[in-house]
């Protein structure tokens, strides 16, 4: 993997890989995205960004429209996510980021986060079939097979073995090598929670592009 320190980012990463980025929502603030752009450390740079689009039924996150449009005029790929509550109906939680989310050419595929079930408060069957909802509606929408962000818990529980044929964005801190999920689905892998970034305050989310970089278009618009 050629894990390394670097320095200006405050992580090790794996330097196997070429195409870095990161991830990022209100909780990240105001983001200075020409500093972001130009930020190179150890020869890398960051390359792509997804947003935090939408939550629920409803909410929109109120930084997605600066962060959406700023981050596309610096130059990053960018990507959207909404972030799925399961108390919540699936088909107006589809809604919420369809009427939200504009997406062109270029751009990657929607994302669907799932991290969360109020302690197992939602039974496994009904939280799979709200999540085979969500992406129905979003892929008849836009054309394309929604992103699955999960981590690894999550992915035993609900996503393998039902939703093996979408493309996976897993959340793994504890390993040095995302072996245990299915290869030839898994596109990112968000390694580190903990990264420094010009231009952001606090602590940021970085994910690599796990597959060949010719491969990066099997995912976008």
Not at 48 to 74: H, I, M, S, Y
Not at 76 to 94: I, T
Request: glycine residues 6%; contains cysteine; positive net charge.
């Amino acid at each position: 993997m050629q894990w390394q320190y670097v320095n200006g980012f405050g992580i090790r990463m794996p330097l196997k890989y070429t195409i870095h980025g990161i991830d990022v929502s209100h909780h990240n603030s105001r983001i200075n995205w020409k500093r972001v752009c130009q930020m190179q450390a150890n020869g890398v740079a960051l390359q792509f960004v997804f947003v935090k689009a939408t939550e629920g039924a409803t909410l929109v996150d109120r930084r997605f429209k600066n962060n959406w449009q700023e981050a596309r005029k610096a130059g990053l790929k960018r990507g959207a996510y909404h972030f799925f509550h399961p108390k919540r109906d699936p088909e107006k939680q589809a809604r919420n980021f369809i009427n939200n989310v504009s997406l062109q050419p270029g751009d990657f595929v929607p994302v669907l986060d799932v991290e969360r079930n109020d302690r197992g408060r939602v039974p496994a069957a009904k939280l799979i079939s709200d999540i085979r909802v969500w992406l129905r509606l979003v892929e008849d929408h836009y054309g394309t097979k929604p992103i699955i962000y999960v981590n690894r818990h999550f992915y035993l529980l609900y996503i393998a073995g039902n939703f093996d044929d979408y493309p996976l964005w897993i959340a793994d801190y504890s390993t040095d090598h995302p072996g245990d999920f299915k290869a030839d689905r898994l596109y990112f892998w968000q390694h580190n929670e903990k990264g420094s970034v010009d231009g952001i305050r606090g602590k940021v989310d970085f994910n690599v592009f796990v597959c060949e970089p010719d491969r990066l278009k099997e995912i976008c618009l």
